[in-house]
């Protein structure tokens, strides 16, 4: 079965700190997605990754990074984390070739003080 | 652009009824369509999907899904829901094309369950 793992289930951080959240694979799959999931707003894409090095902002990058340095790994960056990122981010990732259904991750609930 | 529009942002069934939740979506071209569900505190799961052939789509769990062209829909179905079926769902949209494996979600429908 495709394991996506995330860091942390819960974290809790203070205004203007800088946040790194983790999500590893294990199935040797080329895309890597970051959302997050606000009540009403369904899911909205951060940023994805479709090889090493390799990434694309998505609907709503602003306020975020990402670093895609092994084809495993994928981490999402609050670089001063704000208020309004406080939410659940969802990690997920697909083989290459087609919208194959994406595997997700438990999610972060993130919750910035 | 492709979108998914979940009318319903809550329903609530009695445990043994019926349930179909409505997934309308606009995409130009041929869409993959899939449906995910989430139950309390985790992760998205896939309870089934549609990229050709038969238009009568059958899921993990008793759930099917119907993908109807001239009505730009695909109702998930289940003729009779259990208490553990409560959890919110997810309809998605992707394109048909090699190398594009965006996917755009509906905003969710919450499902209740009462005895």
């Known amino acids: 079965d495709v394991k996506v793992t995330q860091s942390s289930r819960y974290l809790v951080k203070r205004t203007g700190e800088k946040v790194f959240l983790e999500c590893v694979q294990d199935m040797d799959h080329e895309n890597m997605f970051w959302y997050r999931q606000d009540p009403g707003l369904g899911l909205r894409l951060i940023y994805f990754s479709y090889d090493v090095k390799m990434k694309e902002k998505g609907d709503i990058p602003e306020g975020y990074s990402v670093s895609r340095e092994k084809k495993e790994r994928f981490s999402l960056i609050l670089e001063s984390a704000s208020t309004n990122q406080t939410s659940m981010y969802l990690c997920?990732?697909?083989?290459?070739?087609?919208?194959?259904?994406?595997?997700f991750g438990p999610g972060t609930r993130l919750t910035v003080t | 652009a492709q979108s998914v529009t979940q009318p319903d942002i809550h329903i609530t069934v009695s445990e043994g009824a019926s349930l179909e939740l409505r997934c309308n979506y606009s995409y130009g071209a041929t869409p993959y369509l899939f449906w995910y569900v989430q139950s309390p505190g985790q992760g998205l799961q896939l309870l089934l999907k549609?990229?050709?052939?038969?238009?009568l789509v059958q899921g993990i769990k008793g759930f099917e899904a119907e993908f109807k062209r001239s009505q730009s829909s695909f109702n998930l179905r289940k003729p009779s829901v259990h208490w553990s079926d409560a959890a919110e769902y997810f309809c998605a949209v992707g394109p048909y094309i090699f190398g594009n494996e965006k996917l755009t979600f509906g905003t969710g429908t919450r499902l209740t369950i009462i005895p």
């Open positions: 997920a990732s697909t083989p290459v070739g087609g919208a194959y259904e994406q595997y």
């Open positions: 549609y990229f050709s052939g038969d238009t």
